[in-house]
């Protein structure tokens, strides 16, 4: 099927923005994280762009650096579906993507929650999917470390399928609500999973109708050689980072040819790699805003942050940080894909250890473009057209204001070039993206034809 020629955008949603500098901002709301019309107001801002989603990352705990803890504001915000249950009813259009993790749920609490939650904004879910990467989130859930990481992508994989069949628990028409016979559901549109696997069971049937897309849209964001195959087998949205045009070719490549090979179609797994976006009128400024964020990071906060990032494999408080980074680093049962792309692009730039440590306070690894609107659209462009991403997950170093700098400023220049739309052009979120709607697959085999 024809790719399409515009590309698709997400927002990133996070409290102060996503520089690890930026709560300290005069511009950002310091209780970002727990306001609701703070979130309802960058929600706002996307929609009006016509933003495709808004994506809420997440995780089941927090670090045990204490340090880091008291100099950085990412452990005060919201949970995901709670957020977006209340970001459905504020807004029209955008779709909403909530992370949920298959290592600490169960297959019928998220078939539940997102199947609510894709009824309560008429069709706009989709569902992260990711497994846990901390041993602070094991802690919670009665276990010392993680499962190791194959395990938690065998039981990541189980887990979906177990999601997908309590969707399906009920034909999209069984639901007939009729007064005048009484009847309020067909029993004979009743199919009941029981899923029994390696890693779960549950009998079903799901106690909500089936979801107006039939399943929220998937999302996920593996890139190690176990994610990459998961996505290429199950996501419809890939969230990846990758600060480079060529890494970010060859991965595209890789992710399409797996997901061929398993007969989907290449506009139904879409590439979306996140994108730092500094704007400036000119690159002067850009840079000055920048620096201004960076000078607002305290030595605590960017340690702890690469600690989580490179996996906690190297006592960075006992080593050069000017020394250069060696070729590898010992293999984490963390975030392995982050680790490697990490350690390869500080190896390939001839980083010094402070110099990584200070991208990962900027960009965690993502791209990050600094400059003016058309250098900003030059970059999502040429990345879009040489096949490098089907659209991007916008990531403003601040919010609100460096999110209204991208929909004012870099906005309207992907327009001028025809590489983004003006407005919604669908009800649901799959419709908005070009996605098919699955059908039951208790009753028919495969998709329907259109979105």
């Keep these: 099927m024809r790719r399409d020629s515009e590309m698709k955008l997400g927002l990133y949603l996070a409290w102060a923005g996503y520089h690890a500098g930026a709560w300290r901002d005069p511009s950002v709301p310091a209780n970002g994280g727990v306001d609701v019309n703070h979130c309802a107001h960058l929600a706002a801002l996307a929609e009006s762009a016509a933003f495709h989603f808004i994506f809420l990352a997440d995780s089941q705990g927090i670090s045990d650096n204490q340090a880091l803890i008291a100099r950085s504001s990412y452990s005060g915000g919201f949970e995901p579906i709670t957020l977006m249950s209340a970001l459905s009813s504020r807004t029209q259009d955008i779709g909403l993507v909530a992370t949920a993790t298959t290592t600490y749920y169960?297959?019928?609490?998220?078939?539940?929650?997102?199947?609510?939650?894709?009824?309560?904004?008429?069709?706009r879910v989709a569902w992260?999917?990711?497994?846990?990467?901390?041993?602070?989130?094991?802690?919670?859930?009665?276990?010392?470390?993680?499962?190791?990481?194959?395990?938690?992508?065998?039981?990541?994989r189980e887990f979906v399928d177990a999601v997908k069949g309590l969707w399906d628990s009920w034909q999209d028409d069984a639901f007939i609500r009729d007064k005048h016979t009484g009847i309020f559901v067909d029993t004979t549109k009743l199919h009941l999973p029981d899923h029994r696997g390696k890693y779960f069971s549950t009998r079903g049937p799901l106690n909500i109708p089936r979801p107006p897309q039939g399943y929220p849209v998937l999302v996920q964001a593996g890139a190690s050689e176990a994610g990459i195959a998961f996505a290429a087998e199950m996501a419809e949205v890939v969230?990846?980072?990758?600060?480079?045009?060529?890494?970010?070719?060859?991965?595209?490549?890789?992710?399409?040819?797996?997901?061929?090979?398993?007969?989907?179609?290449?506009?139904?797994?879409?590439?979306?790699?996140?994108?730092?976006?500094?704007?400036?009128?000119?690159?002067?400024?850009?840079?000055?805003?920048?620096?201004?964020?960076?000078?607002?990071?305290?030595?605590?906060v960017l340690i702890g942050g690469a600690n989580l990032w490179l996996g906690s494999m190297t006592d960075l408080h006992s080593i050069d940080l000017d020394s250069l980074l060696p070729e590898a680093l010992p293999q984490t049962n963390s975030i392995q894909s982050r680790q490697k792309l990490l350690v390869d692009l500080a190896v390939r730039q001839?980083?010094?250890?402070?110099?990584?440590?200070?991208?990962?306070?900027?960009?965690?690894g993502h791209l990050m473009v600094v400059g003016t609107p058309e250098e900003i659209a030059n970059v999502m462009v040429d990345t879009f057209d040489q096949h490098g991403a089907d659209g991007f997950n916008v990531l403003p170093?601040?919010?609100p204001g460096g999110l209204k700098d991208f929909v004012e400023l870099v906005v309207p220049e992907l327009r001028r070039r025809g590489k983004f739309r003006s407005r919604y052009s669908g009800q649901t979120l799959r419709e908005n993206l070009g996605l098919k709607r699955p059908l039951n697959r208790r009753t028919q085999v495969g998709a329907s034809s259109s979105p």
């Design 106 to 123: 169960q297959p019928y609490h998220l078939a539940r929650m997102f199947a609510s939650l894709d009824h309560l904004s008429r069709g």
């Design 128 to 156: 992260n999917i990711v497994t846990s990467a901390f041993d602070f989130e094991a802690r919670n859930f009665d276990e010392k470390t993680l499962p190791d990481h194959e395990t938690r992508y065998a039981r990541a």
């Design 239 to 300: 969230f990846t980072a990758q600060p480079f045009l060529e890494s970010g070719k060859r991965y595209y490549a890789t992710l399409k040819e797996k997901a061929r090979a398993l007969g989907r179609a290449d506009n139904q797994v879409l590439v979306m790699p996140g994108i730092v976006p500094i704007v400036g009128k000119t690159k002067q400024e850009a840079s000055d805003k920048l620096q201004r964020l960076q000078s607002h990071i305290h030595i605590d």
């Design 350 to 364: 001839k980083f010094t250890w402070r110099q990584l440590i200070q991208l990962l306070s900027d960009s965690n």
């Design 397 to 399: 170093a601040t919010v």
